[in-house]
């Protein structure tokens, strides 16, 4: 059985799990402070970022579980969503309404991606 590898560890969570050629993260804005749309904008790009450092990248992104607090925003999501996801090599996904951690967050994404 293979032991998972652990990306910045912390006393309760991992920035990213790898197991065989699947890695799991998650990944919410790092600035919370800013407009809807450039959260987005920056937690696409810390998802290229994250799948960069795995060895993957957009185009294997096996499924994406969304959480948006507010329902609004979800057409300004999805257009910046549409035009970041390859043509052909869009992954499983849900999208949700829950509250997240902090209030300023207007998303946060579940993500397993694999890993050639």
Known sequence: ?????????????????VV??????????????????D????LFAQVDKRCEMLGTNRKNLVQVLI??????????????WDAWIPDGF??????SHPA?????YR???VITAFVP
């Open 67 to 80: 959480y948006l607090p507010y329902p609004e925003d979800l057409g300004a999501f999805n257009a910046q």
């Open 39 to 42: 959260q987005f904008k920056m």
């Open 20 to 37: 065989g050629n699947m890695a799991y993260f998650v990944e919410v804005p790092d600035n919370a402070e800013l407009a809807p749309e």
């Open 100 to 104: 997240l951690a902090a209030p300023g």
């Open 107 to 109: 998303a946060e994404l």
């Open 1 to 17: 059985m293979e032991t998972p590898k652990r990306y910045g560890v912390t006393k309760r969570w991992s920035d990213a799990v």
């Open 90 to 95: 869009a992954p499983s996904r849900a999208c």
